[in-house]
Nanobody, 126 residues
Framework: QVQLVESGGGLVQAGGSLRLSCAAS????????MGWFRQAPGKEREFVVS????????LLADSVTGRFTTLRDTAKNTLFLQMNDLKAEDTAVYYC???????????????????WGQGTQVTVSS
C-alpha cells in the first residue's frame, strides 16, 4: 500500500513560483515511478511530469518545459514540483501519482498510476 500526501498549493501572481511536495509512504521510495498531473475545471486530467525514481529519467509536458522542474529528497521519501514563471493557464488542482509496480517506466497516462494523492489547488492570478 502506498500513501501520497501533497502540499504547497496556493494563490500566486503570474510570473511567481510555487513548490509542491508529495510525501510517499508504504513502499521503498526508489522503486516508484511518480508523476504530477493537473486538472482544471471542466477539463480532463492533464500530464505534467513523470519521474522514474530508480533511473532518474524525467519527462515533462511541453507546456511546462523550461518552467517546471522536479526535485527529490530520498531520505524523506518526498518528490517536489518546482514551478516557476507561473501563468494563469497553470491554474488547476495538482495531483501526485505513483506507479508502484516493479519495472514501471515513465508514463503520461493517468491509468498507468495506481496510487493518487488528494490534490492541492494552485491558482495563478493574471
Amino acid at each position: 500500500q502506498v500513501q501520497l500526501v501533497e502540499s504547497g498549493g496556493g494563490l500566486v501572481q503570474a510570473g511567481g513560483s510555487l513548490r509542491l511536495s508529495c510525501a510517499a509512504s508504504g513502499r521503498p521510495f526508489s522503486a516508484y515511478t511518480m508523476g504530477w498531473f493537473r486538472q482544471a475545471p471542466g477539463k480532463e486530467r492533464e500530464f505534467v511530469v513523470s519521474v522514474a525514481l530508480s533511473g532518474g529519467r524525467t519527462l515533462l509536458a511541453d507546456s511546462v518545459t523550461g518552467r517546471f522542474t522536479t526535485l527529490r529528497d530520498t531520505a524523506k521519501n518526498t518528490l517536489f514540483l518546482q514551478m516557476n514563471d507561473l501563468k494563469a493557464e497553470d491554474t488547476a488542482v495538482y495531483y501526485c501519482a505513483a506507479n508502484s509496480n516493479r519495472n514501471s517506466v515513465i508514463s503520461t497516462y493517468p491509468t498507468d498510476y495506481n496510487y493518487w494523492g488528494q490534490g492541492t489547488q494552485v491558482t495563478v492570478s493574471s
